[in-house]
């Protein structure tokens, strides 16, 4: 995933904390504050921040009190505890290059800065040009919103914090659906939190999780930047997606048909017992392919190789045994049964005993969260 360079926290003020709008906002765990003036001297904050089921927000009707050296502003959140917001006129150090904001800013525990227009390393020549021009405001755009979003999930991401980042890339792939990097990052953490086997209570997010919304996602972020094919060929993220016939079918390209894709596809995915049986003891039955071989291995962990071969898309498997002599089957890989995408299907070989299962399809771990 692109390393993201942060001057700071890139927040933007509508000039000083008495003006109609202000905003701020503050890194661990990465929250942000808007404030509205309503009428006088009452405001309407809304706080914001992530965790491990989604985005938190926090709404209260506040009134502001001025001090001599800062100002605060009290209420009652829609939480049903109270909410208090302190900003003082002071430099505010933020992460970065040790750029400053104007406010310190502490929102119910949570401490950040407030203040100039401070943003991605991408646009710092238009940050000059508002610094120079001695402008104070800054209406985002919808994709230097989605950019904050995902420099924000970004952080959380190379904490390790899947959970927390993927409704963060979600929402800036929601805000600016033309933005590549945040589809990519949200195909690579979704797959990541899959790979856990995690779940979200939010059913929304919970979705994202299944391996035809991580295709989707990833297969919008190629489409928006080509660039970004090559790189899901080899990121450490998405090994698991790779390993699945969607892939190759929606980001590669790759046809049943064409025999050297076929080997591919044979050889690179991972393939398992396919259908709704699975024994009550020992694991699903799978098949693996290597070079010119192959090899079964049954619910119990029993093995068995023998030789393949590829014509115009039909497969020849063939085994050779004591007990059974010279065995062969053919079959195909399917592009679409009506209930797989992709299945591996022999036909007759469990009744001959030449497999231990008909079928085989993509092996993905899919998180049940309709269980948790």
């Excluded at 089921?53 to 049903?80: C, K, L, M, P, W």
């Excluded at 053919?330 to 995408?341: C, E, K, M, Q, S």
Aim: with cysteine; glycine share 8%; proline share 3%.
């Amino acid at each position: 995933m692109k390393k993201i360079l942060l001057i700071a926290l890139f927040f933007t003020t509508f000039g000083q904390s008495h003006a109609k709008e202000f905003t701020a906002g503050g890194m661990e765990p990465f929250w942000s504050l808007n404030l509205k003036q309503q009428h006088d001297n009452q405001y309407q904050a809304v706080l914001s921040y992530p965790n491990e089921t989604g985005i938190t927000t926090i709404e209260a009707t506040v009134e502001r009190f001025d001090h001599r050296d800062y100002t605060t502003y009290q209420g009652q959140g829609s939480n049903g505890k109270p909410f208090s917001i302190m900003t003082a006129e002071k430099p505010c150090v933020s992460e970065g290059k040790g750029d400053t904001l104007s406010h310190l800013v502490i929102v119910n525990g949570f401490e950040g800065c407030g203040g100039n227009v401070l943003i991605n390393s991408d646009d710092n020549e238009q940050a000059d040009n508002y610094r120079n021009s001695g402008q104070s405001t800054h209406k985002k755009t919808a994709h230097e919103k989605a950019k904050q979003l995902n420099t924000l999930g970004f952080r959380l991401y190379k904490q390790g914090k899947y959970q927390q980042a993927l409704p963060l890339f979600y929402r800036a792939s929601k805000t600016d659906s033309r933005y590549a990097l945040a589809q990519y990052n949200l195909a690579c953490t979704a797959a990541m939190i899959a790979r856990r086997n995690q779940c979200f209570q939010d059913e929304e997010l919970s979705h994202l999780l299944a391996l035809d919304s991580i295709t989707a996602a990833l297969k919008q972020s190629i489409m928006l930047d080509p660039k970004r094919k090559s790189k899901s060929q080899t990121d450490p993220d998405l090994a698991q997606v790779r390993q699945t016939y969607p892939y190759y079918r929606d980001i590669l390209h790759y046809s049943p048909d064409n025999d050297r894709q076929l080997r591919q596809m044979l050889e690179n995915i991972n393939w398992s017992q396919a259908g709704g049986f699975y024994p009550h003891q020992g694991k699903p039955a799978r098949i693996l392919f290597d070079s010119d071989s192959v090899t079964t291995i049954n619910n119990k962990g029993l093995q068995r190789t023998g030789r393949y071969s590829l014509n115009n898309g039909l497969i020849t498997l063939t085994f050779t045994s004591e007990n059974y002599g010279r065995q062969q089957i053919t079959g195909r890989l399917l592009d679409n049964d009506g209930t797989f995408r992709g299945v591996l299907r022999f036909s007759g070989a469990a009744k001959a005993n030449v497999l231990p299962f008909d079928e085989y399809t993509t092996d993905f771990t899919t998180p049940n969260c309709n269980e948790n």
